[in-house]
């Protein structure tokens, strides 16, 4: 698993402050809390309840939401 965490943080690209990476770029986050719940849905599919308690936040389906919007596919 240590491999999806190094991917998904994309230390290696760097984009200059106000310009969005390419639309074809893979999805990237730092958000512990995010990895977190990828982390968790890549073992299995998890309820809401479980994925709260899990990634320490009550608000999952947010999170979720705004990864989906940044080009993440979560079914």
Do not use: K, W, Y
Not at 29 to 49: F, G, K, M, Q, S
């Amino acid at each position: 698993m240590d491999g999806v965490v190094s991917f998904l943080h994309g230390l290696g690209q760097m984009f200059l402050p106000g310009f969005a990476p390419p639309p074809d770029s893979p999805f990237q986050t730092d958000n512990p809390r995010e990895i977190r719940i990828i982390r968790a849905l890549a073992v299995c599919p998890r309820t809401r309840e479980e994925l709260d308690r899990i990634a320490g936040a009550s608000n999952v389906p947010d999170a979720i939401a705004a990864m989906r919007r940044r080009g993440l596919v979560i079914p």
